[in-house]
């Protein structure tokens, strides 16, 4: 596999969440927009103005986003949420469940995505135009749509899951520098039409064993030696590598190396993420955590080179008071914020370090409860304060 660097800038804010009634977005956070769902549930929506998508750079979608004391979960991207903006990378949290047709297409500068878990489909044209190099679809996926990657003339490398039945026509169309398919699924996904793979050949496609490789090169479609050529997965051509570095307060950042996928797990052995993107995102939460980073090819996981991440408490950065000492104090016991002094006036916004906004009122109540352990910061007028809950 070829390796590739790419250096980008990630912009993160905290999460400021504003209501516009009976307009096309309902909520407004950290620069993202949404619209209400149900009950409990939001969907990501385009960030349109004079006719411009206006959503840019890297993209940390939260799981949750907080407004008028609801805790809304993010649960679907809207269709062209993302069409033809200047986003560079997304990272999606494992909350999202859908993703709306053409969500991402014709975003040009989009190198690096991360799917959801729970992903079940890749929409119709979902992705077409980009210029995604690498990308691992998670297990749950059974079909690929129609145009899906289309004219993604940047896509070298792709892993398919186990559950993969149905790739859509014209779902590669183009893809010209499409080089390796690692495909997990025993059955051959069914092909809809002659166009899935046009303008592209010279395909390295590899699976688990010479059965399944048999079963491919007796389909009607995998067997076309003009476009594909079946080999046999042996493991990992070349070892993993990673770096790490902290992003702002609320974020360190893996660089992982040679265009390998990775699986990620939290610190109790649960999935996190299955990822191709050259970068991926771990939260700085209030404890030093430490995360598993296991490099696969779907059909092996090889252990003996996983690496282990730590997200470390101490990269949280100071928060500057900007008024004089004894003004107002802002304290942590057992489980309570307290607020003293004159705050006449004044509004009270608490976070998170993930920047997530758990409380927005005017400050008439200094005695605040929230769940803890966990680390927040605390707004009161101008004064910043970072205070640990126990």
């Given amino acids: ?35 209400i769902i149900s009950d409990t549930q939001v969907a990501v929506v385009p960030a349109y103005h004079d006719g411009v998508n206006h959503y840019e750079g890297c993209i940390i979608l939260p799981e949750r986003v907080y407004c008028d004391g609801v805790n809304y979960e993010v649960a679907a991207i809207a ?100 080089d390796e398919v690692y495909s997990d699924a025993a059955i051959p996904p069914y092909v809809k039409g002659n166009d899935a793979f046009e303008g592209c050949d010279g395909v390295h496609v ?15 479609v995998w067997g076309n030696d003009e476009v594909f050529s079946m080999w046999i997965d042996e493991g990992l051509a070349s070892p993993p590598t990673m770096q790490q570095e902290n992003v702002g307060q ?34 700085i939460g209030a404890a030093s955590t430490d995360y598993l980073v296991v490099p696969t090819t779907l059909m092996y996981d090889d252990e003996d080179l996983q690496l282990v991440a730590t997200s470390e408490p101490t990269a949280i950065e100071d928060v500057k008071e900007d008024r004089p000492e004894g003004d107002i104090t802002i304290l942590g016991l057992d489980g309570t914020i307290y607020i003293e002094g004159d705050t006449h006036g004044m509004w009270t916004f608490i976070y998170d370090v993930y920047g997530n906004l758990w409380y927005e009122r005017p400050a008439v109540n200094n005695c605040i409860s929230l769940p803890g352990p966990r680390v927040y910061i605390v707004r009161v007028g101008d004064i910043c304060r970072k205070v640990m809950l126990n």
């Fill in 1 to 35: 596999m070829r390796n590739k660097i790419a250096n980008i800038l990630i912009l993160t804010a905290l999460v400021l969440c504003t209501a516009f009634p009976a307009q096309a977005q309902d909520i407004e956070a950290n620069g993202i927009f949404y619209n």
């Fill in 250 to 283: 609320n974020w360190t950042a893996l660089t992982l190396g040679n265009d390998l996928a990775y699986k990620i797990y939290g610190p109790d052995g649960y999935l996190m993420a299955i990822t191709a993107a050259r970068r991926y995102f771990l939260p």
């Fill in 206 to 220: 590899m699976v688990a064993d010479n059965a399944i490789a048999q079963h491919y090169q007796d389909d009607v």
């Fill in 79 to 178: 269709p062209r949420a993302f069409w033809q903006s200047a986003v560079t990378e997304v990272q999606i949290p494992n909350s999202v469940t859908m993703i709306g047709e053409a969500a991402f297409a014709d975003a040009e500068e989009l190198t690096d995505i991360t799917l959801p878990l729970g992903l079940t489909a890749v929409s119709r044209y979902m992705l077409a135009g980009t210029a995604v190099s690498h990308i691992v679809l998670p297990e749950g996926v059974t079909s690929i749509e129609k145009g899906a990657f289309e004219d993604c003339t940047s896509l070298s490398t792709i892993f398919l899951p186990a559950s993969l039945r149905y790739i859509g026509e014209s779902a590669f169309g183009y893809c010209v520098n499409l």
